[in-house]
């Protein structure tokens, strides 16, 4: 039977849960995540517990906050004003964008956390940085990557032709 390697595009069905057993984040009910298995496009501590699964398995990743979207390490939330960001751009909390350095050397992500009507609540780590990660997974399915999926780092879709469509 067909075990999940690197450069194999996966879909699963999943469930993420923190400590305290509330659900963070579920795809079950809606569409199942599709990713490219070796190009860390999921967390490490879950990808790294997927390889070697086969279709129709299940099971339960914790995944320790080192090993998934890291430990906090910012400054903290900050409050913006609005007036920071462009008058089109909608802000919505769990929006991530790239923000420039003071000191000019690059951009760095940052999260927005909460929006109200003059500010704006960003966070330099990501929104689950910090957390415990409890996954349930069920494997439906999978296949070796295209060429191009290969090349972009990326699924493009289950049933993708290995077309480019976005
Ligand atoms: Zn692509």
Known sequence: MTQIANDMIVEIHYTLRDD????IDSSVGDQPLVYLHGHQNIV?????ELTGKAKG?????RVEAADGYGE????GPQTI??????????????????????DGSGHVPVWITGVDEASVTIDFDHPLAGQNLNFEVEIMRMRDAH???????HAHGFEGDGGHHH
């Not at 490490?44 to 790294?48: F, I, K, Q, T, Y």
């Not at 398995?57 to 990743?61: E, M, P, R």
């Not at 060429?147 to 780092?153: A, F, K, P, V």
């Open 44 to 48: 490490p501590g879950l990808e790294r």
């Open 72 to 75: 906090r390490k910012g400054p």
């Open 81 to 102: 004003s609005t007036e920071a960001f462009p008058p089109d751009v909608t802000l919505v909390p769990g929006m991530q964008f790239m923000a420039p350095m003071p």
């Open 147 to 153: 060429e191009n999926e290969l090349t972009h780092g």
């Open 57 to 61: 398995d299940k099971v339960q990743v």
């Open 20 to 23: 305290e057993n509330n659900v």
